[in-house]
């Protein structure tokens, strides 16, 4: 699922409306893009609460597009599941060579 433009209410509700049609169907494994949107940060309860239904059936919900900045203002008063969706998509988007060097740092610090 690709989302676009400005996340307002409105889009929050589509989102929503959206996300649920597809568990009710019977989709377990799930990818929101939101890359070509911005203010996407409103999305975060909708998304966790879809995460933990499907991982409750044994799904999947992946986050891909996330642009930090935006979300660390929202993710300072963010429950813990919110926290970790972020945490995850973040995850999934830096690369391996950048994971690595991160890690040498710590070794090197401790």
């Known amino acids: 699922m690709v ?10 509700t589509e ?4 996300v649920r049609g597809l568990v009710t169907v019977g989709v377990r494994v799930l990818t929101v893009d939101l890359t070509a949107s ?3 940060a409103a999305l975060l309860p ?3 609460r879809t995460r933990a239904e499907l991982a409750d059936d044994g ?4 986050v891909v597009g996330v642009a930090l900045p ?3 203002a929202a993710l300072s ?5 919110e926290v970790f969706l972020v945490h995850d998509a ?7 060579e950048t994971r690595q060097a991160i890690s040498g740092r710590r070794r090197a610090a401790w």
């Open 77 to 81: 008063d963010a429950p813990l599941d």
């Open 59 to 62: 799904g999947s919900l992946q």
């Open 38 to 40: 911005w203010d996407s």
């Open 15 to 18: 989102v929503s409306g959206t």
């Open 90 to 96: 973040v995850r999934g988007e830096v690369s391996s």
């Open 70 to 72: 935006e979300f660390l």
């Open 3 to 12: 989302v676009t433009g400005q996340v307002d209410r409105a889009k929050v």
């Open 46 to 48: 909708v998304l966790a």
